[in-house]
């Protein structure tokens, strides 16, 4: 564009610089009355997040109070669906809308090792002594995807934590960064548990197939939770 | 210059209701809130009364606040300065009385520069808020052209556009004014 080959009017811009002053500010007489009326209790303090129904936490930006997230019927029943069940894509897609708002990095972490856990306790329950030795097709399907889910999961979170992660860090917020470093290392604890149970479940199959499809997702599994380690020791 | 890092610990404090690490963070920026806040009004008292209206929102609000890894806290604090500027002229009546529009050499620290420059100031108060707006966040309180589309809630494009248009309009009131 045009307007972006043309040089700024420096010797304005350089006036414009030099001409930069305080005015006088009392600042003792302002700040007083700021904190007496806080004091006083005429001011509200700062304002607690509220908990939804479902357990997520949402926090909503300044400016953006007006947008109300409208959870339907169907929304709201596919929310306990589990991976294999009919309704579980539409959860995906409720997820994937709530992830999608203009929340912050840090509320979108918490959202995510939420659905982690979530996908994590499916896989318990599938991966339980009881569970693991029952065979049908429709079982075994229904373990295979809760493992590919979990693994899905676990990979966007680290992902997208270790991403904002390294954006702290390069700002100096290391504050931040290391709340940041907190949540990899509960994420990394808990594939840490999950992996044996899975290996466990690839070596008693008795389906080539099956097993080849375990041992895949078990394989992006352990690097999900590689990576979350090694962006911990490198930020330490 | 304070630390970010040590900003954020302040933040974290007050957002526990600590009144006097709230009261440290007006120490460091109510000084620009109030310059960026009395450059466009030109009446002492209703930047005093718009600071404290700024303040009072920044208060109940923090906990809205997340940091970012692209933005400072300043960014958030002139972003609720400028809503509240704009809110302000909103609401102001249609025609500002003569005695309303004060002089502003009075309230200057440093008076002899603001005389060096009252041509400046007053070309500059002759055009519209928006173009104000970028050139004071952009030129006077040094932002970058991100602080500057985060504030004025614009995208980045939009910004250079606007202060392209600024610049060649107050250039445009000098150049009348010779």
Not at chain 2, 6 to 27: C, N, P, T, V
Not at chain 2, 60 to 82: G, M
Request: glycine share 2%.
């Amino acid at each position: 564009m045009k307007f972006f080959d043309s040089q700024p009017d420096d010797k304005l811009v350089y006036l414009l610089k030099q001409s930069r002053l305080d005015f006088k500010l009392d600042q003792k007489t302002t700040k007083a009355r700021l904190l007496c009326a806080i004091a006083q209790g005429d001011i509200d303090g700062p304002i607690q997040p509220v908990q939804t129904r479902h357990g997520l936490i949402f926090k909503f930006e300044v400016g953006l109070a007006g947008i109300v997230v409208v959870v339907s019927a169907t929304f709201a029943t596919a929310a306990t669906s589990l991976p294999g069940d009919k309704l579980f894509a539409v959860n995906k897609l409720r997820e994937k809308i709530i992830l999608s708002l203009p929340l912050s990095a840090q509320t979108k972490a918490q959202i995510q090792t939420q659905i982690v856990e979530a996908r994590f306790k499916a896989l318990d329950v599938e991966t339980s002594e009881k569970s693991a030795t029952a065979t049908s097709p429709t079982t075994n399907h229904r373990r295979l995807e809760t493992i590919k889910e979990s693994e899905e999961s676990l990979n966007q979170a680290v992902n997208a934590i270790s991403a904002n992660q390294q954006d702290f860090e390069k700002t100096g917020n290391q504050q931040q960064a290391q709340k940041f470093n907190q949540t990899l290392s509960h994420l990394a604890q808990m594939a840490s548990t999950r992996e044996q149970t899975i290996q466990t479940l690839a070596n008693q199959s008795s389906d080539t197939v099956e097993r080849a499809e375990i041992t895949s997702h078990l394989d992006h599994f352990r690097s999900a939770r590689q990576k979350a380690e090694i962006q911990i020791n490198i930020s330490q | 210059m304070t630390e970010e890092s040590e900003i954020q610990k302040l933040i974290s404090k007050a957002q526990q209701q600590d009144a006097a690490a709230f009261g440290q963070l007006y120490d460091i920026y109510s000084q620009q809130l109030f310059n960026f806040l009395l450059g466009k009004l030109a009446h002492k008292q209703t930047a005093e009364d718009l600071l404290q209206t700024v303040f009072v929102k920044v208060w109940s609000n923090l906990n809205k606040y997340q940091p970012q890894a692209n933005a400072k806290f300043s960014t958030w604090l002139f972003q609720v300065a400028n809503f509240t500027l704009i809110d302000h002229w909103r609401t102001r009546k249609p025609t500002v009385e003569i005695n309303e529009v004060e002089n502003l050499v009075q309230f200057a620290q440093n008076p002899k520069l603001y005389e060096e420059y009252k041509y400046l100031w007053a070309a500059m108060s002759q055009l519209p808020l928006s173009y104000q707006t970028v050139l004071t966040l952009r030129f006077k309180q040094d932002l970058s052209i991100d602080e500057t589309a985060k504030i004025m809630n614009k995208n980045k494009i939009g910004i250079r556009v606007l202060q392209h248009r600024a610049i060649a309009a107050l250039r445009k009131k000098l150049a009348d004014k010779l």
